[in-house]
């Protein structure tokens, strides 16, 4: 999966984005890659740079580098988690062909979502800490399209809800070495999420000095994300992403949000033996 979504500013520019660097390789490869299941293992490690919004809603933004590392093993997965909604994990694809992809992870975000330096009416409510997340995810891939969504969970009691994404993503080969791809989705997202990142609490207002803001579930984010893959060598491969969300109903309206289009780019490089 080269760009996904998401699943909000930080969830585009971590979950998808990244899961997409640790199986950059020509169309082939990946079609084998794909399709395996036999017991074997298998590795890649790269590193990304991405320039994201600080926070989900933040009209700054900061540069990152992150390193990548997975491993896997048949249908078993450890490290990267493609398609799962978050950058590492373990999980297992329950079902794993040339069409379909089915399966379940566990795992989490690398740095804390939102922290309370992030903004100035952020001061004093602490930060919004890094949490447990579960995955249920699926994909179809019929010649040059593929559909692919997550229903992801906090499952570590942080308060961090439930998120549902759904993506297209059209794939063009260039040639043996060239990849580009494109395509929409949105992500729906349920009213503990909506709260925790956009909502305002009585004392969370006090401090700030700004009104209670009650942030309901629904529709979160519609996004649109372009790529490129370039297989160097046969090990290494090289990538640039970019993607472009709105953030939609409670979400855009919070008085937190201080731009509702959120981007998100990056280069990235990996190499796979």
Known sequence: ?????????????????????????DAKAQARLDQAADD??????????????RYPGSGDTQTVAVPLVTANYGRYFIGGTPGAGFPFGVG????QDDAWRFGFALGG????????SDAPILRGWGDIPETALGSVFASY??????????LLSDIGGNDQGTRIAVDLEGRYLVNDRLVLTAGPGVTWANGKYTQTFY?????QS???G????QAGGGLNTVRFSVGAQYQLTAQWGLGASVAVAWLQGDAERSPITEDRTQTTYGVFASYRF
Do not use: C, Q
């Not at 700004?210 to 803001?213: E, G, L, T």
């Open 1 to 25: 999966m080269f760009l996904s979504h998401k699943i909000g500013a930080h969830f585009i520019l971590v979950g998808a984005t990244l899961a997409a660097l640790l199986t950059t390789h």
């Open 40 to 53: 074997s293992w298998r590795f890649s490690a790269g590193l990304g740079v991405f320039n994201r919004p």
């Open 92 to 95: 297992f694809n329950i079902i």
């Open 109 to 116: 975000e690398l740095t804390k979502p939102r922290k309370e």
């Open 141 to 150: 891939t019929y010649d040059w399209l593929t559909v692919r969504g997550f």
């Open 199 to 203: 909502g305002i609490s009585v004392p």
């Open 206 to 208: 006090l401090i700030a």
């Open 210 to 213: 700004v009104a209670p803001y």
